[in-house]
Each structure stands twice: as structure tokens, then as C-alpha cells.
Nanobody
Framework: QVQLVESGGGSVQAGGSLRLSCAAS????????MGWYRQAPGKQRELVAR???????NYADSMKGRFTISRDNAKNTVYLQMNSLKPEDTAVYSC???????????????WGQGTQVTVSS
């Protein structure tokens, strides 16, 4: 009932920038937390950043100061601005949303398919 579609991934040289976006569509009452996660080959999935519907953010330490998460609630879209990219940022980046599907406060997690980000040196 809920779909998340990421866009903006690709290849970039070290020091460059990319802007990822993730749009939610379908039937739901609202979205609480939205976030970005990444997984590199041979490593576990890790949190990149997340943002509440009120705008409160938190970041993984390795991304703090380089990445910025934001959202447009009217468009049900979350963004990730990535600056000063490093080769170690190479990973599949996935969008996550905690979605309210009913009148209560219960949320359900949804995930996008992921988008590849490759940073070359």
C-alpha cells in the first residue's frame, strides 16, 4: 500500500556532491520518521541520517558535517544532500519511512529498493 522510490544516485569523484531524494506514495495517514541507510559490500547496513516529521535530525558520526537530511511533508519526500564525498561512502543507499496507516499512533516501516552511490578516487 506504500511505495518508496529513490532517485539521484550515481557516480561521482571524491570531493563531489550528490543529492538523493525519496518520494512516498500510496495510501497512508502520515509519516513520522524518515531516514537514509546504506550498506557497502561485506558490511552491515548502517544508519546515515534520519528526520522526524517535526524536523528533528540525527546523523551517524562519520556523516555529520558532510551530509544534510531534509524533508518536504507536503510532497512526502525526504532528501539527502551529500557533500565532500569519499570513496568509503560507496554503498547502496536505501530510504526508510515509518508510516501511520490508521487513526492511531502505530507506525509500520517501509523501505525503498535502494540506489547505488559510487565515489571514485
Amino acid at each position: 500500500q506504500v511505495q518508496l522510490v529513490e532517485s539521484g544516485g550515481g557516480s561521482v569523484q571524491a570531493g563531489g556532491s550528490l543529492r538523493l531524494s525519496c518520494a512516498a506514495s500510496g495510501s497512508f495517514f502520515g509519516i513520522n520518521v524518515m531516514g537514509w541507510y546504506r550498506q557497502a559490500p561485506g558490511k552491515q547496513r548502517e544508519l546515515v541520517a534520519r528526520i522526524t516529521n517535526g524536523g528533528t535530525t540525527n546523523y551517524a558520526d562519520s556523516m555529520k558535517g558532510r551530509f544534510t537530511i531534509s524533508r518536504d511533508n507536503a510532497k512526502n519526500t525526504v532528501y539527502l544532500q551529500m557533500n565532500s564525498l569519499k570513496p568509503e561512502d560507496t554503498a547502496v543507499y536505501s530510504c526508510n519511512a515509518d508510516v501511520r496507516r490508521g487513526y492511531g499512533t502505530t507506525t509500520y516501516p517501509y523501505w525503498g529498493q535502494g540506489t547505488q552511490v559510487t565515489v571514485s578516487s
